[in-house]
Structures are given as structure tokens and as C-alpha cells.
């Protein structure tokens, strides 16, 4: 019996990108005609996208078997779209990618060989990131490093979700059931053998991008929350030098106070430290609130997604 391959796609709005999609990857000259070893099942999510996304999807899955659909209720957003994907992906190994052709499938067949070798998880590595400006570059680089010397695994940079992975790592990112989900960090925390390939990035065929700078921020607050404690711990360290030094300064106010006696002095000194002290307890608490919010929400233990419609059988 041949292998199977499931290729995972999360849409969402991708009307116009799905047909040169398909074409790249079942038309005539497609990766699935040419890999004929293979029997392939393309798994699209729909996350709720609010054109005829799914109309399409649905075309396409009448008129080949080989396309599978899940539709979720609402959008769920990218991370848990894919959550849905692993609990109904059925192929012997799993590839993800994006639905607007940023991720080549011409890379499928060498993903392929490397997992034909027995690597696990085959992920591919960007070059260059394409067009950015250069402060999102900035700002990117400088996450990954902070995160990479937080964190106790590597979170790689450059590294997206467009990877193949065996069916062993499959059913370990089934497990991990988070609502609050960093994928990127899970690819790197449930390990297994792994293998880079480079490639160069193309920019979106069509469409825009759905994410904006405040999704972003958010996902980079999740990476750092979800996978290192360190915040929590440079806050307790900043407190404890903090009181070091006011209990060393402590000692040298009563030391002055008894021999030389002391005239009250230095409304501003107190001012500049009331207020340091302020704003050093309210950004603690601030830490602590945001890990205290990820266990409420872990707490309540809601699905991570909800499926309105599918043609997939378990
Ligand atoms: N996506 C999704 N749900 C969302 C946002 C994006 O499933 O809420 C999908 C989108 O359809 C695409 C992939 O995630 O297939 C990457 O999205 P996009 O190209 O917008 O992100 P970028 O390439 O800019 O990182
Ligand atoms: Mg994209």
C-alpha cells in the first residue's frame, strides 16, 4: 500500500488564492500528480472565513476525493485552525502550509525524501524574509533571541509552520490540548528528529495578510507567556536587588542620623523613589496578571475550536 500524505491548509478568506493552489498542487503539472507513489489527501480548513472560501472548498471536494474540509463554526484564528487539522488529518505524515502560495509546494518532494530517511520533523527555513520593513525585522530578531535565551529549547527564527511532520508528532501536538496555543514553540518542545531545508519566500500571490501589528504583539506575548517563566522570575529578581539597595542605603540614613544628626531633607529623592518603586510593583503585578489570565482561560477548559461542517469520516 502506498503512504499517505495529508497536506494541512488553514483559510481564512482565501477565495481568491484557492484556485492557483490547487492547480499547484492537483492540476495537470501539480506536486500530487508528479508524486504518484503517494497517495495524498489536502485537508483545507475553513476558519471561518466570511467570503466564499468554503463555496470553493466544496467545489473542489466534489470533484476530487482527494480534497477533505473542515469548517469551523467562527474564525478561530491560525493557531487553532491548525489544532483542528491534527485531530482530523489521517495520512502517515502531515505537511502544513499556507494557503497563499507563500510556501512552495515545489519543496513538497524534498520534505518527502528527507522523512523517506527517517527524519520526523522536516521544516523549512527562510532565507530572507521578504518584503518587511525594517523595524518589524528589528523587532523580530531581537524576540527570537530573547526567547531563545529564555526558553529552554530552541524557537527558531525564520522557521514558519510550513513543515512535514510524521505521524508521531502528530499525535504529540494532538495532546496538547492549550486553548492559549503557540505552535511554533510546541514543533520545538515535543522535539523528535529534525531537519532544515531553506528556502526563499515568496510574497503573497493574492489577498492581503490578516494580520495586523496588534496580532503580532499578541502571539509574541503568547510565545513568551506559554513557553518561559522567566518574566516572572526577572520580576522577583529585580525586587529583591531593589530592596538590597534599600536596605543598604537604610542603614546608611541611621548611620548619618546618629552621627551626624539629620535635618529633614529631600522631598525630591523620596518622589523619584515612591514613584520607581510604583511603577516596578504595578508592572510586576502586571506579569503576574497575564500568567493568572492564561490559567483562567486554561481554567475554564472550553473547546479549543467548534466544527459546523465537514466531509472528513472518523
Ligand atoms: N489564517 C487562518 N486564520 C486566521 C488568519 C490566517 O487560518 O485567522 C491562515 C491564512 O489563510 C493563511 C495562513 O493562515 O493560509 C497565513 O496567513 P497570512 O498569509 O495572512 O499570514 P502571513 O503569511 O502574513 O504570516
Ligand atoms: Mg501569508
Given at each position: 500500500m502506498n503512504k499517505k500524505v495529508s497536506i494541512?491548509?488553514?483559510?481564512?478568506?482565501?477565495e481568491e488564492?484557492?484556485?492557483l493552489l490547487y492547480e499547484a498542487l492537483c492540476g495537470?503539472?501539480?506536486?500530487?500528480?508528479?508524486?504518484?507513489e503517494y497517495e495524498f489527501e489536502i485537508l483545507l480548513i475553513n476558519d471561518g472565513s466570511r467570503d466564499r472560501t468554503l463555496d470553493v472548498i466544496k467545489c473542489y471536494a466534489q470533484?476530487?476525493?482527494?480534497?477533505?474540509?473542515?469548517?469551523?463554526?467562527?474564525n478561530f484564528g491560525k493557531e487553532c485552525a491548525m489544532l483542528s487539522g491534527f485531530d482530523y488529518v489521517s495520512g502517515d505524515c502531515m505537511i502544513i502550509m499556507d494557503a497563499d502560495l507563500q510556501h512552495p509546494p515545489a519543496l513538497i518532494p524534498e520534505m518527502l525524501v528527507y522523512w523517506e530517511q527517517g527524519y520526523e520533523d522536516v521544516y523549512a527555513k527562510r532565507?530572507?524574509?521578504?518584503?518587511?520593513?525594517?523595524?518589524?525585522?528589528?523587532?523580530s530578531l531581537a524576540y527570537y533571541s530573547l526567547l531563545q535565551k529564555t526558553s529552554r529549547f530552541d524557537i527558531l527564527e525564520n522557521v514558519g509552520d510550513f513543515r512535514l511532520l510524521d505521524r508521531k508528532c502528530i499525535e504529540a501536538l494532538r495532546a496538547m490540548r492549550e486553548s492559549e496555543r503557540y505552535t511554533k514553540g510546541m514543533f520545538a518542545w515535543i522535539g523528535f528528529k529534525k531537519r532544515e531545508i531553506l528556502f526563499e519566500q515568496g510574497d503573497r500571490q493574492t489577498g492581503v495578510s490578516s494580520w495586523r501589528f496588534r496580532d503580532l504583539l499578541n502571539l509574541g506575548i503568547e510565545g513568551i507567556t506559554s513557553f518561559?517563566?522567566?518574566?516572572?522570575?526577572?520580576?522577583?529578581?529585580?525586587?529583591?536587588?531593589?530592596?538590597?539597595?534599600a536596605f543598604i542605603y537604610m542603614c546608611w540614613v541611621i548611620v548619618k542620623a546618629v552621627v551626624w544628626g539629620d535635618p529633614v531633607a529631600g522631598f525630591p529623592s523620596l518622589m523619584?523613589?515612591?514613584l520607581f518603586l510604583g511603577g516596578v510593583q504595578l508592572l510586576s503585578l502586571g506579569i503576574l496578571g497575564e500568567y493568572l489570565g492564561r490559567i483562567f482561560n486554561e481554567a475554564k477548559g472550553r473547546p479549543v475550536y467548534l466544527v459546523s461542517e465537514t466531509n472528513v469520516e472518523k
Open positions: 494541512l491548509i488553514p483559510c481564512f478568506n482565501e488564492g484557492l484556485p495537470q503539472s501539480g506536486i500530487c500528480e508528479s508524486l504518484n470533484a476530487d476525493a482527494r480534497i477533505k474540509y473542515v469548517s469551523l463554526s467562527r532565507k530572507s524574509r521578504g518584503k518587511e520593513s525594517w523595524l518589524r525585522k528589528r523587532f518561559t517563566t522567566a518574566p516572572l522570575r526577572f520580576s522577583a529578581i529585580v525586587g529583591f536587588v531593589i530592596s538590597m539597595v523619584v523613589v515612591i
